[in-house]
């Protein structure tokens, strides 16, 4: 290597080392308003991002033809590939962003909760968790180095805004979500 080189490196390494500590973190007020009531929080969020909750369950169901299902609460009468509606349970729900988190565990593989153009979540109310470290603490303890193959966060129906800046739902995945709180 030639003098001039070594020297130029030489002033880059000196350069690059750190002679002071990186600056604290900021620590400003939460992004996120306390949950205080997390269902309820659950249910405004779910409906901000274009959600639904159901209500009546026999009711929902009958609007669909072609019904996919991992849970035994609705059965089934069409693959995932021909349904209307995909019907999974789910790891957690997120009270802070409205947002469902299902696993290949929870929804019978990866293609049930995204293919079919409806998705309905069928969850107990003591899923919800506040935020999202709660949800990781909760996924970490369940699973402790034996994780799914997939988790996915799903908050909403499937959105896109990358043709002209117009907003489709349903572009990659289900354009309908629905969550039922079963008893």
Known sequence: MNAARENILARVRAALRVTAPPPAAPTGQP???????????????LTAVKGELVASLPEFLN????????????????????????VTGCECLIAQ????????????????AVWPPAHLVIARREQ???????????????YAGHWPSQLSWVTGP???????????????????????FDA
Do not use: C
């Open 97 to 112: 962003t409205g947002s469902v988190v299902v696993s290949t565990r929870t929804s019978g593989g990866r293609a049930m």
């Open 128 to 142: 919800v968790v506040p935020d999202l470290a709660a949800a990781l603490a909760l996924l970490q303890h369940r």
């Open 63 to 86: 609007s669909f033809r072609l019904i996919a299902s991992s849970v035994d609460l609705v059965p089934g009468n069409a693959s995932v590939r021909e349904a209307e509606l995909g």
């Open 31 to 45: 992004v996120f308003p306390p949950v205080t009531d997390p269902v309820a929080r659950f249910t405004q969020e």
């Open 158 to 180: 499937s959105r896109t805004s990358d043709i002209e800046k117009t907003l489709v739902l349903g572009a990659h995945g289900p354009k309908r979500l629905a969550v039922y």
